[in-house]
T-cell receptor, first 114, second 108 residues
């Protein structure tokens, strides 16, 4: 099992450019989520999905779009990148939303917006 | 404003010392998890505590959930350089909420 994979590992964008961060998991998990990690801020939830075709907003959704067409994939789209979106982005998956369920994280994408 | 406050933010100690990291909130959580993150990698789950007053041990690491399920602590005995990393607590209300983390550096 590869677990949760993310591509790319690093990305530099100019303000206004668009891009898609890819996330895939091979554990047949229903729940997937995107977080951003900034110094001193911890991990903040951007968007999440409880299954194929179902997505919802997290704590900091502005400037980001998601879709979930398959159980395996959960891409994150930046439509018009801004310097405030410079961050490290983590995708995570879990079996369900149960109180003891473990979140499995990908290795992260480090994004810089100039 | 962080829902979960972790302290200290940074800790640098010598190998063999003991340490405690705290995770506090005014909210009641149905469960609380501790994750460890190494540079360039995603967080990895260490433990989940569910019951107020619960204590779990993982080798030299001891985790405690407060009686009121609003706070937790992580105690490391005889720290080793391999314990170096970012320790994150995460409490579940409806969703999982993360603290800002404690950066631990253990010097040999």
């Amino acid at each position: 099992n590869a677990g949760v994979t993310q591509t790319p590992k690093f990305q530099v964008l100019k303000t206004g450019q668009s891009m898609t961060l890819q996330c895939a998991q091979d554990m047949n998990h229903e729940y997937m989520s995107w977080y951003r990690q900034d110094p001193g801020m911890g991990l903040r939830l951007i968007h999440y999905s409880v299954g194929a075709g179902i997505t919802d907003q997290g704590e900091v959704p502005n400037g980001y779009n998601v879709s979930r067409s398959t159980t395996e994939d959960f891409p994150l789209r930046l439509l018009s990148a801004a310097p405030s979106q410079t961050s490290v982005y983590f995708c995570a998956s879990s079996y369900s939303l149960g109180i003891v369920d473990e979140q499995f994280f990908g290795p992260g994408t480090r994004l810089t917006v100039l | 404003t962080q829902l979960l406050e972790q302290s200290p933010q940074f800790l640098s100690i010598q190998e063999g010392e003991n340490l405690t990291v705290y995770c506090n909130s005014s909210s009641v959580f149905s469960s609380l998890q501790w994750y460890r993150q190494e540079p360039g990698e995603g967080p990895v789950l260490l433990v989940t505590v569910v019951t107020g007053g619960e204590v779990k041990k993982l080798k030299r690491l001891t985790f405690q959930f407060g009686d009121a399920r609003k706070d937790s602590s992580l105690h490391i005995t005889a720290a080793q350089p391999g314990d170096t990393g970012l320790y994150l607590c995460a409490g579940r209300v409806d969703k999982l909420v993360f603290g800002a983390g404690t950066i631990l550096r253990v010097k040999s």
